[in-house]
């Protein structure tokens, strides 16, 4: 099992949906704007330092717990319901995880547990474990 949280003032919130198309020579050719590169950066820096000794190569189950600071009147603890959805951070986020080598594939996530909440201390807890 591997199991960290990774403390962050501002957690990523560009999504990997948000690449940028151009067409140069009358072909369309897709690029990262300069936040979501930044963004990316951020994760691999955080993602690098917890790399487990071994990648994984069976089946796995995930679980992100995305932990963004409180603003309004909202609570410690309490559920976020607003944007960015779940899915488009967690593609990201398994892209750089792939990236780091901590497992083969990403295809290998059998089971996906993933919450958002707003945080007092705000960051990502990721929980990988064998099934």
Partial sequence: MTEFFMP???????????????????KPVFYEPDEL????AKL????GQHV???KYTVAIRLTVKW???ITGKHQDG????????TDNLQKLLKDCMTDCRYWKDDALVAS???EKFWAALP????????L
């Fill in 67 to 69: 932990c963004f600071p």
């Fill in 8 to 26: 962050m003032k501002k957690v990523p919130t560009i999504t990997h949906q948000q690449k940028q198309v151009a067409v140069v020579n009358g």
């Fill in 44 to 47: 691999m820096a955080h993602l």
């Fill in 37 to 40: 590169k930044a963004a990316r």
């Fill in 112 to 114: 996906e547990i993933v």
């Fill in 123 to 130: 960051g990502i807890y990721i929980k990988i474990e064998e």
């Fill in 52 to 54: 487990p000794a071994r």
């Fill in 78 to 85: 309490e559920y976020k319901y607003t944007r960015p959805d």
